[in-house]
């Protein structure tokens, strides 16, 4: 079977693009690191469009493409699998990828580590295509932890700022803990079937169910979890923030967060065949997306609000997930893409045209005039967030809204509620920013008097563009739905999409309004309420900081379970602000010392060689 | 013409008859005056390559009752001759003798490597600990005592070699021949169990380790360079052949238990070095027991021929990296772990070069050292062995501590040493090259694949 | 198997192994004990000794020449040890370090 040329230069056009960067560029031509990268970015995207075209007319390809290495026993081949999931999710990764590299051109112009940016957002990039067209586990992870560690060097961009710093760690070592329990899910599987390869262990697993079957599933979830910002292990997403907004904009809310979906997704016959995971998986959603949905409408921080609002949309991906509508899932991962790309870009311009990195809803007010273009992208993406129909948001909340539907009441209350606080954050921050008095003649505590001015044009076209997406995606969900369904793993009745019912679009429809509406009468009829609670009830505020007492939990429970590490180990200590693992402990190094021969005689080195051997030969004779 | 081919490919001594005619010549050049300064290194690293090349048309087989070239031996000689290759950019002028003994110590592992009986093993590990004992004294860096850890090197394997003897000789009185075979009875027991002992002391095992930190202490660094990659190999190769020839033995038995414990002992001793030289020569002890380690597991699923390739995987990602990260300490001229602080703000590019090699040393992915440990930890989980696993990464995350502990100190201390050095020459291309190997055994190991299936196919 | 019996001058039959095994260990002592480089040289010597009557009086129980020729290859690798040891011990002695082992102290943790 011959394998299309797409195949190859999703590979080899980032990789020969990094390479001309980092050789070539970085050296004698710094600013213009990302001409290499950019023509990258268009290939690849070409590329997968390509594919994803091949694949909606039922093509499909999961074939090893060459020979990693073959050592004895092991054997390990590079495969590559391209199926209606994997290209969708990969055509809407290049294309919003590729937009988000030209906008990080003007948004780093300035910035001294402009080519080390470059290098390390697209070598995520090429880190991200690889994990979508992985045929196998192992190769998988191993993509996977090229994501971890390039959200590390991203996230902790800044390096002169500790925050940075330490939300780069906390986000790595929270990953970690993901890591670790993907890799004994792989380490199991391997044992269990000896090939990792995604075909192989759905029909093995068919015929010959691993005993630990349902413990790599919970492990698979664990994964997951930790990677998409599920409800225990979420809270390194808001601190990521302090990457800068391209950053935030690709990662964060298109492409690295989707991954734990992505996973589960792939992984869905595993985890269908485990009794009561799904159900697990959707419990966990639902909890994650009314949580994160409920702090959300209380942050101040601009970027803040749009993270929280990433893992409640992550929360309700799960939902659907586990409730067993793969196809919804998807949609709404690739919907997701491209109105919370908008989202986080337009917190960006304001940013920079207010000559920050960050913005606070405290600095800003009434940008309405200042900032048309901004406005109209935002409130594009805003009512595409928000379910209105007849953009693209819509459709992919429609079908997790019908998915609750069919689950039960309890998922429906859920879903309804997080689609209405959903409707009202976004509605709040939208009214906030845009409308309202201006920044001059505010009511908040701190006002700066800043000159909020439209981005470059060069920021500007790839907002439009994705804006644009966000509002008629929608047009294309029936194609993508037929998309999704061709080439499936087994159980593609999971993948297709839902139906179109008058009940779910009146709910959904209302509970969008009744965010909207609340939003307006908070924040335009009753302009300085979010400041009156805040300065009114200091101890409340510190409660919804600290994420209702979460954050206090996991510092404890991560400070106890260093004193436990410490304890037991005596040799590992952490230091958070430095990235490597440094293990001077005084216990190991006195071990170490009670070991130790001193002295330097001969005659003792002789009696031990001598000790040795008699060992040797006791064990021997006996 | 093709008579010649026939009579090269023959199986036989021809890469060991290389070294042997380059040991002459580099005598015969030492007798003569007004020779280029480079002799010494364009003879050795002559003899060498040539052997290597001859090497690639070597039929395998038996030559006679001493000699008989298989699989195993043919890739381990790859790893004698290519570990010697750098420690030869490091001669100076009026360095015929201890060119020559270069490559008498190769000779010897060539030897041991070509052989199909204990005898040959000993004779062939005598030639390559003899030179060795005398390098060490000679060869030496500007401020450590040398003879000292010459004797002590001396003594303590002059008394494994008697050992070896020993237990050559009870197994030749357990078996009545001195054959690769095994030998019944207690006393064949305790046979292979003495001449285990030697291999394990010139693996640097413990407890016959403690000539190992002094000898790499204070000799030149590019010897010990050649001492932990080459002479390591030759004694991994030893253990392998005593382990296939006593399989099902207790001696096999306790490999494991004895890597184990020795990663674990190198990587806690030498988180409290000081000296640079002295802290690799610790972590090469605990790199041994990994091997220990790797070594216990084929032994206990059977000695497989096919089966070696994890192991020289190891040896050979080793050869690199320990290569590098002595010749690193050699270029730089840093001595002690307190002046390497800040060593990369003044010089960012052997910084660089020597934290690849940490790295990999460290077995961190996607370097080759980490594909190395895995394969091992792979192949003894297989085993069954789990316990002396587990002993063995608790070593590796230990282990962690120093190298990414001198990382840190390069990358985010403040600089100490005044004057940064970097010696040009030779010198710095061997660590590019072992820094890129190691780095890239682990991206594209298919590299050495094709060449690995050639070999153990 | 034949016992492994020499003629003794006391009169007595000795075993051959007995013997080897006595010089070998003697050997060892000398090298472990002994606290002069040279005298731990010669325990060397001595324990080559030991392997070699066990070696030969095996070879002559086998009837197998190889074990002769693997004494007297094993002799004159023991030989060359010698050399090489003298040559480390006399390098020491000119650099001042004497000839005791306990006085080799410089090199430890």
Redesign the interface.
Request: aromatic share 20%.
């Given at each position: 079977m011959r394998v299309p040329l797409s195949v190859y230069l999703l590979f080899l056009a980032p990789t020969a693009a990094l390479a001309f960067a980092f050789f070539l560029f970085r050296p004698w031509w710094p600013r213009g690191t990302h001409w290499p990268i950019l023509a990258s970015c268009a290939v690849v995207s070409a590329a997968s469009i390509d594919l994803a075209a091949k694949a909606y007319t039922g093509w499909g390809m999961d074939a090893p493409l060459g020979v990693w290495m073959a050592i004895g026993n092991w054997d390990v081949y590079f495969g590559v699998r391209i199926d209606g999931v994997g290209s969708a999710v990969l055509a809407m990764v290049a294309v919003v990828g590729a937009l988000i590299h030209v906008y990080a051109v003007g948004y780093m112009r300035e910035d001294p580590g402009f080519s080390r940016f470059f290098l390390c957002f697209h070598l995520f990039y090429l880190a991200m295509i690889g994990m979508l067209v992985s045929n196998n586990f192992v190769q998988f992870y191993l993509f996977w932890e090229g994501v971890g560690l390039c959200s590390y060097l991203l996230i902790g961009f800044w390096t002169h700022k500790p925050a940075a710093r330490g939300a780069a760690l906390q986000a790595f070592v929270v990953n970690r803990v993901g890591d670790l329990a993907f890799l004994i899910a792989i380490l199991i599987l391997l044992k269990s079937y000896g090939d990792t390869r995604f075909k192989h262990v759905f029909e093995q697993m068919a015929y010959q169910g691993a005993p630990l079957l349902g413990l790599v599933g919970l492990l698979l979830f664990v994964a997951a979890a930790s990677k998409s910002a599920q409800f225990p292990l979420y809270f390194w997403l808001p601190d990521a923030m302090e990457g800068p907004t391209p950053v935030s904009a690709l990662m964060h809310a298109a492409t690295m967060v989707t991954a734990g979906i992505f996973l589960l997704a792939r992984s869905w016959p595993l985890i269908s065949f485990i009794p009561d995971l799904p159900w697990l998986i959707a419990a966990v959603g639902a909890v994650t997306a009314v949580f994160a949905g409920a702090l959300a409408c209380f942050q101040t921080d601009l970027k803040r609000i749009l993270a929280y609002s990433t893992v409640s949309h992550l929360g309700l991906m799960a939902l659907a997930l586990g409730l067993g509508r793969v196809g919804a899932a998807v949609l709404h991962l690739i919907m997701h893409g491209f109105f919370k790309a908008v989202l986080f870009l337009c917190a960006g311009n304001i940013a920079h045209g207010l000559g920050k990195s960050a913005a606070d809803i405290s600095e800003v007010g009434g940008l309405r005039r200042s900032m048309p273009f901004t406005l109209a992208c935002f409130a594009a993406a805003a009512v595409s967030l928000a379910g209105v129909w007849p953009f693209a948001g819509f459709f992919s909340k429609d079908g997790i809204i019908e998915a609750a539907f069919d689950g039960g009441p309890v998922w429906t209350a859920f879903a309804l509620a997080a689609a209405s606080l959903g409707a009202f954050y976004i509605s709040r921050m939208l009214f906030l920013v845009f409308f309202g008095p201006c920044a001059e003649q505010g009511a908040g505590p701190e006002r700066k008097p800043g000159h909020p001015h439209e981005a470059p044009a060069q920021m500007g076209m790839p907002v439009a563009f994705l804006a644009m997406l966000a509002l008629f995606a929608g047009l294309l969900a029936p194609g993508i739905g037929r998309l999704l369904a061709s080439g499936a793993l087994p159980e593609a009745e999971s993948l297709v999409l839902a139906h179109f019912s008058w009940t779910v679009f009146a709910a959904g429809t209302a509970a969008a309004g009744l965010g909207f509406a609340a939003a307006y009468y908070l924040t335009m009829v009753r302009p300085g309420w979010d400041w009156e609670w805040r300065r009114g009830h200091p101890g409340l505020e510190s409660l919804v900081r600290s994420d209702l007492g979460w954050r206090k939990v996991v510092s404890a429970v991560a400070a106890l379970g260093w004193r436990l590490a410490e304890w037991v180990g005596g040799a590992l200590d952490h230091r958070t602000l430095d990235g490597l693992i440094e293990s001077s402990a005084p216990a190991t190094v006195s071990v170490g010392g009670a070991l130790s021969l001193k002295g330097g005689r001969l005659n003792d080195y002789l009696w031990w060689i001598l000790a040795g051997t008699a060992a040797l030969l006791g064990v021997a004779l006996c | 013409m093709r008579d010649i081919l026939a009579f090269f490919s023959a199986p036989s001594l021809w890469p060991q008859l290389t070294l042997g005619s380059g040991i002459l010549c580099c005598l015969a050049a030492g007798m003569a005056r007004g020779l280029e300064a480079a002799t010494s290194r364009v003879l050795g690293t002559a003899a060498l390559i040539v052997a290597l090349w001859m090497l690639l048309f070597t039929k395998l087989g038996a030559a006679g009752?001493l000699v008989t070239l298989d699989s195993l031996g043919l890739a381990w000689q790859i790893l004698f001759y290519a570990g010697s290759l750098p420690v030869f950019l490091s001669l100076e002028a009026d360095d015929e003798v201890p060119a020559a003994l270069l490559l008498g110590a190769g000779l010897g592992m060539g030897l041991m490597a070509a052989g199909g009986s204990l005898?040959m093993l000993?004779?062939g590990l005598?030639l390559a600990s003899?030179p060795s004992?005398?390098l060490v004294?000679k060869l030496r860096s500007p401020s450590?005592?040398p003879?000292?850890?010459?004797?002590?090197y001396?003594?303590?394997g002059?008394?494994?070699?008697?050992?070896f003897?020993?237990g050559?000789?009870?197994h030749?009185?357990a078996s009545?021949?001195?054959a690769l075979s095994s030998a019944p009875g207690?006393m064949g027991?305790?046979g292979?169990?003495?001449m285990?002992?030697a291999a394990?002391?010139k693996l640097g095992a413990?407890?016959?380790h403690?000539?190992l930190?002094?000898v790499y202490?204070?000799c030149a660094p590019a010897l010990a360079g050649f001492l932990s990659t080459s002479v390591k190999s030759a004694a991994v190769f030893l253990l392998m052949r005593l382990a296939s020839i006593g399989m099902g033995?207790?001696?096999a038995a306790?490999l494991p238990w004895i890597g184990a414990v020795t990663a674990l002992?190198g990587a806690?001793?030498?988180?409290?070095q000081e000296r640079l030289q002295r802290l690799l020569a610790y972590s090469s002890v605990s790199h041994a027991g990994i091997i220990v380690l790797g070594v216990g597991a084929w032994a206990a699923q059977g000695c497989d021929r096919?089966?070696?390739?994890?192991i020289f995987?190891y040896g050979l990602v080793y050869l690199f990296m320990s290569n590098g990260a002595f010749f690193f300490v050699k270029a730089s001229g840093l001595t002690k772990r307190g002046e390497v602080g800040g060593y990369a703000r003044m010089c960012p590019v052997p910084a660089a070069l020597f934290a690849t090699l940490l790295l990999s040393l460290a077995g961190i992915?996607?370097s080759g050292g980490f594909l190395a440990k895995l394969?091992i930890f792979?192949e003894a989980v297989k085993a069954g062995l789990y316990l002396p696993v587990a002993g063995a990464a608790l070593a590796a995350?230990?282990g962690?501590?120093y190298y990414?502990?001198l990382?840190?100190d390069m990358y985010?201390d403040e600089p100490v040493w005044r004057r940064p050095s970097w010696e040009p020459g030779a010198v710095r291309w061997v660590l590019w090259a072992c820094a890129t190997a190691a780095a890239a055994l682990g991206v594209l190991?298919?590299v050495?694949?094709s060449v690995?299936?050639r070999i153990?196919s | 198997m034949p016992p492994r019996l020499l003629p003794s001058p006391w009169g007595r039959e000795v075993n051959a192994l007995a013997v080897g095994l006595a010089l070998f260990a003697a050997g060892l002592a000398a090298v472990v004990l002994r606290g002069q480089l040279l005298a731990m040289l010669l325990g060397l010597e001595l324990m080559i000794a030991g392997v070699s009557v066990i070696l030969t009086y095996e070879a002559g129980v086998f009837g197998d020449p190889a074990g002769l020729a693997a004494v007297v290859l094993i002799i004159a690798i023991a030989a060359a040890e010698a050399v090489v040891g003298l040559c480390l011990i006399l390098g020491l002695h000119r650099a001042g370090l004497g000839g005791r082992a306990g006085s080799l102290t410089e090199l430890r943790e």
């Open positions: - | 009752p005898l000993f004779v005598e003899l004992y005398l004294a450590a005592p003879f000292e850890a010459a004797v002590k001396f003594f303590a002059a008394l494994a070699s008697c050992l003897a020993l050559m000789a009870l030749y009185a009545g021949s001195l207690p027991q305790a292979l169990a003495l285990g002992a394990l002391f413990v407890p016959f403690f000539w930190p002094d202490e204070s033995s207790a001696m306790s002992y806690l001793l030498a988180l409290r096919a089966a070696a390739a994890p995987f992915p996607p394969f792979w995350l230990i962690l501590g990414l502990g990382i840190r985010f190991p298919w050495f694949s690995l299936e153990f | -």
